[in-house]
Structure formats: structure tokens, C-alpha cells
């Protein structure tokens, strides 16, 4: 997870996440779009660690069991199950 820091880069996940919550809620573009887009200007590749940190700081973190961005919910639930079973993790 992130530490607090005094200054955070235009790379850091703090700063990825940041500008992404800006741009949704000027624009009302997909949260993930946007986060995708701010990242790919600032050089940081969607899917990277950093990515993926910036994700779960907006509340979508990346569930391996998935291959998916979703809500803490879901991840969860899908955490919970089997890895073949994990897309049911949708349905309840």
C-alpha cells in the first residue's frame, strides 16, 4: 500500500488516482477510462503495479481471480470462492 509523503509525483499511484477522480467528476467519463488515460500521459502502463495501486485507492482494486478491475465487494466475493467457481462472485 501507499505511505504518505510530503510530495507525490505525476507517476505516483497517489497522484494517478487523484487526477482520475478529478477528470471523472469533471467530465463523467468511466472512473477506469479515466484512470487508464491519465496513467498512459504520464507514462505509467495500464496494469502496472503502480496502475493497479492507483485502482484500489479509487475503490477498484484488481482481483487476479478475475483478470478484472471490480469493487472491494466482488474482489472479495470472488477472493472467497475456488478459482473455478470465481465468476459467481457476479451473480450474488
Keep these: 500500500m501507499v505511505t504518505r509523503q510530503n510530495e507525490y509525483g505525476p507517476q505516483d499511484p497517489v497522484s494517478i488516482a487523484l487526477v482520475g477522480v478529478a477528470i471523472v467528476l469533471r467530465t463523467g467519463t468511466c472512473l477506469l477510462e479515466a ?3 491519465h496513467a498512459a500521459r504520464v507514462g505509467v502502463p495500464f ?3 503502480p496502475f493497479d495501486e492507483a485502482a484500489e485507492l479509487t475503490g477498484l482494486p484488481y ?3 478475475l483478470d478484472l478491475y471490480v469493487d ?3 474482489k472479495c466475493k470472488a477472493d472467497a470462492l475456488p ?3 470465481a465468476h459467481l ?3 450474488s
Excluded: I, Y
Design 35 to 37: 484512470l487508464a488515460d
Design 47 to 49: 496494469g502496472s503495479e
Design 63 to 65: 482481483c487476479r481471480q
Design 72 to 74: 472491494r465487494a466482488t
Design 83 to 85: 478459482f473455478n467457481l
Design 89 to 91: 462472485a457476479f451473480v
